[in-house]
């Protein structure tokens, strides 16, 4: 069965340390994956997707994240964490329900708090 | 562009009652998905929309109804709502494409149900 794990429910960084959040997928076939992060009060916005090619995608906000098939892994980093970073980050697969149909599935999520 | 908009932002509903949350997208996409958010769950999909005229079950349906008014418009309905139903409940749209539609979500609706 397809699923997404995020191990991580909770971290906590200092401003300007690097950051990595992690994402595991379970897919039969070519994954693809999703990056999206939630501000508290607020809906789910695209960091970045990966659908095939370079295995290194960048996104949004300074974030990047690394395809590796080899360890069913999608970890999202950042160099330098900023405050406003603070947030809940989700991981996600897209999976073929139909021909004209996709859907998501979702890992439970990391919550970032960030220090000054 | 609005994107994803959905009303109430805010229900306070009593166990037994009913309602109906609205979402609508500007986005002219086919498929349309209903959320629930709880702790610790992630988002979990209730039903979605294919296209209009169409819908079906996601993970976690019981409880819920919906209907694809139209292209723009789909609706989620709890006939009578349960302390369960509590939840954060998000909309989404997308342009299906064999798995790789990014889905757009609007800002959700919070429900609390006493």
């Known amino acids: 069965a397809q699923s997404v794990t995020q191990p991580d429910i909770h971290i906590t960084v200092s401003e300007g340390a690097s950051l990595e959040l992690r994402c595991n997928y379970s897919?039969?076939?070519?994954?693809?994956l999703f990056w999206y992060v939630q501000s508290p009060g607020q809906g789910l916005q695209l960091l970045l997707k990966?659908?095939?090619?370079?295995?290194l995608v960048q996104g949004i906000k300074g974030f990047e994240a690394e395809f590796k098939r080899s360890q069913s892994s999608f970890n999202l980093r950042k160099p330098s964490v900023h405050w406003s970073d603070a947030a809940e980050y989700f991981c996600?697969?897209?999976?073929?329900?139909?021909?004209?149909?996709?859907?998501?599935?979702f890992g439970t999520g990391t919550r970032l708090q960030v220090f000054p | 562009n609005a994107g994803v908009t959905q009303t109430p932002k805010f229900q306070v509903l009593k166990t037994g009652q009913s309602m109906t949350l609205q979402c609508a997208q500007d986005?002219?996409?086919?498929?349309m998905y209903w959320y629930r958010q709880d702790p610790g769950m992630g988002l979990r999909l209730i039903y979605y929309?294919?296209?209009?005229?169409?819908?079906d079950k996601g993970e976690v349906p019981n409880g819920y109804n919906v209907s694809r008014l139209n292209k723009r418009e789909f609706s989620l309905r709890l006939e009578s709502a349960a302390p369960s139903q509590t939840s954060v409940y998000f909309c989404?749209?997308?342009?299906?494409?064999?798995?790789?539609?990014?889905?757009?979500f609007g800002p959700g609706t919070r429900l609390t149900v006493t």
């Open positions: 989404a749209s997308s342009e299906p494409g064999q798995g790789t539609g990014e889905q757009y």
């Open positions: 897919y039969g076939a070519t994954p693809y």
């Open positions: 990966y659908f095939s090619g370079d295995t």
């Open positions: 996600a697969v897209g999976a073929i329900v139909s021909y004209n149909t996709d859907k998501l599935i």
């Open positions: 986005m002219n996409h086919n498929s």
């Open positions: 929309s294919a296209s209009e005229g169409t819908t």
